[in-house]
Every structure is written in C-alpha cells, then in structure tokens.
C-alpha cells in the first residue's frame, strides 16, 4: 500500500480513499497498483466497498497523464481496474466530494451507486484535445447512461454541474458538502445490513441484463439459491418479530 491510497475495512464496510490531491487524484501505476492490492484482500464477511478521496477539490482525473505520456503507464492498466470495480460481486458506492474529471468520470460510472456534493461539477474533454476516449469506457459509460448521455459527455465534452448529473443518471443522491460523509456512511451501512446473499444475486442479474449476456437458466439458479437461504428465514422471522434481521449470507 501507499500513503496516495488509503484502504480500511470493519463492520462490512470497505472504503479506498484517493489521497493525492497535490496531483488531483491521478492515479499513476503505484496508485493502480495499491488499488489492486486493496481489492485482493477485500475480506470474505464485506458487504460494500465505498470509494472516495481525501479533500474537496477533485475526486479523481483519470490516469496520471504525465505517466501515459511517458510510457510509465498505459491506458489498458487503468482500464483494468475500472472493469475489475465494475466486476466485483459485491455494491460499491462512489462518494464525490470533488470535482470529477476525465477518467474519472468512468471510474465513479464503474461503481453501482454514487453519491455526490451538491457544489461540484464532472467533464470528460477527450474532444477538446483530440483524444478518442477508450472503447471499453466508451461502451461502459454507454451501458450505464445511454447513447445520448454518453454523447453529451464524450461528444460534446459537455461540463455537467451537480443538479445535471443527478439528473442525467449520473448521481444517484445529492448532499451538502457539510454533510456528505455521514450521508454517505449511512448509505453504506444501509447497503451492509441487507441480505448479501439476495444483494449479490441481484447485482449479478441486473449487471448481465444490462450487457446483454444473461443466461436465464444461471438466473433462475441464483434465485432458487436466496430462496432456499436461512437468510430468507431470517429475514421473514425478522419481520414477523419487528426486530433487524442478522443474515450470515448462505
């Protein structure tokens, strides 16, 4: 790990934190690489990762350009570990309390919810200097917000204020910047205390319709198996008893 990456993990909740703000949170191929580690020792008992940065000034701006510039790094590693986000198994929340910029963009777009300051504004300007984004963001940030949101920030590099991503699909909730962390916190704990088992199930399902690729047969499996659960047991003992359930995931 590296002090630009932070990464704790108790009670089913996991936050990495981006903490390079003398470079805007860029993340060159020590901050990948502290990422990735991160993941690898994601524990069996999380429930949510949270991803987020230190201070309030920009959430992330993609992969360090000086390093693409200089060879250091390659577009394919960041997008290796915006798919393998984008992948894991279990809800990710992405807390902006900056601004969001570039590459950025898609990271925040790899989790499944965000979270947002009301005071702060998101642009991705590969058309302003010539680039063509890559093609695995262009199609993730196309799954998730459709062909013409993606156009919006891709084609047009259109500058989105705070109220516009909420609007857009691209912010999820909106809350003071005095207030954002604790909201966020309690979203994930939120998120923690629902039935793993059911909560992966359905993120599997719904992360493969959205692409495409479901396979109703494996669908059906994943749904007989929450079906079968001492989770479902306890949450409808939980219920009848008007007491918060403990499920155990299995």
Same mark, same amino acid.
């Given at each position: ?26 993340l060159g191929h020590v901050e ?146 005095? =207030? &954002? /962390? ?10 923690? %205390? $629902? *039935?793993?088992?059911?909560? !992966? ?19 059906? =499996? &994943? /749904? ?10 306890? %949450? $409808? *003992?939980?219920?009848?008893? !008007? ?8």
């Open positions: 790990m590296t002090d630009t990456i932070l990464f704790e993990q108790h009670d089913g909740v996991a936050q990495l934190c981006f903490n390079r703000g003398s470079r805007h949170n860029a990948l690489r502290a990422i990735g580690a991160a993941l690898d020792t994601l524990a069996k008992d999380t429930r949510v990762l949270m991803i987020a940065s230190e201070g309030s000034r920009t959430f992330c701006a993609g992969a360090d350009l000086s390093e693409l510039s200089s060879g250091v790094l390659t577009g394919d590693q960041f997008q290796a570990v915006t798919n393998r986000i984008a992948a894991l198994p279990i809800p990710t929340l992405c807390v902006l309390s900056g601004n969001v910029f570039g590459g950025g963009v898609e990271l925040a777009m790899s989790c499944d919810f965000r979270i947002g300051s009301d005071d702060i504004m998101m642009r991705i300007p590969a058309a302003a200097i010539g680039l063509c984004y890559p093609i695995d963001g262009i199609e993730k940030l196309v799954n998730r917000l459709g062909p013409g949101v993606a156009k919006r920030l891709l084609v047009a590099a259109e500058e989105l204020n705070a109220q516009q991503m909420r609007e857009l699909g691209l912010l999820d909730w909106l809350a003071s910047p005095s =207030t &954002l /962390s604790a909201t966020a916190r309690d979203r994930a704990e939120q998120l923690a %205390g $629902l *039935a793993p088992l059911a909560v !992966r199930s359905m993120k599997d399902i719904i992360d493969r319709c959205a692409s495409g690729v479901l396979d109703r047969d494996y669908a059906r =499996t &994943l /749904s007989d198996r929450c079906s079968q659960s001492t989770d479902l047991q306890e %949450g $409808l *003992a939980a219920a009848r008893e !008007r007491r918060t359930p403990s499920f155990k995931g299995h």
